[in-house]
């Protein structure tokens, strides 16, 4: 399988917004929900958000209000809109398909991309 194609981190200061963007195959964007992930230094990888292809969503608690997933259905591509940024937002972020109804992943993860917030 393909995997998907991360991009858009980068470096900023606290209360400072960053998109990310996510390329996946047609096959895999098309026949499963997609969701973000991230993973901190020592931590193990959590899932941030996902979404369905009807555009419903579910959020991790520590980013509700702060971050908007969507999806382009026409290009194969999962963003990540993320929005008052704190140092606890640093992390690598990962996108993937996923079972919808789970953060179980189907496929390959990529090679994410790197977030880092400073105070």
């Known amino acids: 399988q393909v995997p998907p194609v991360e991009s858009g981190g980068g470096s900023v200061r606290t209360g400072g917004s960053l998109r990310l963007s996510c390329k996946a195959s047609?096959?895999?964007?098309?026949?499963?929900?997609m969701a973000w992930f991230r993973q901190a230094p020592g931590n193990e990888r959590e899932g941030v958000a996902r979404i369905w292809n009807n555009d419903n969503t579910v959020y991790g608690d520590s980013v509700k209000g702060r971050f908007i997933i969507s999806r382009d259905n026409a290009e194969n591509m999962l963003y990540l809109q993320m929005n008052s940024l704190t140092p606890a937002d640093t992390a690598m972020y990962y996108c993937a398909a996923v079972r919808c109804g789970s953060w179980a992943k189907v496929g390959p993860w990529g090679q994410g991309t790197q977030v880092t917030v400073s105070s």
């Open positions: 047609g096959y895999t964007y098309s026949r499963n929900c």
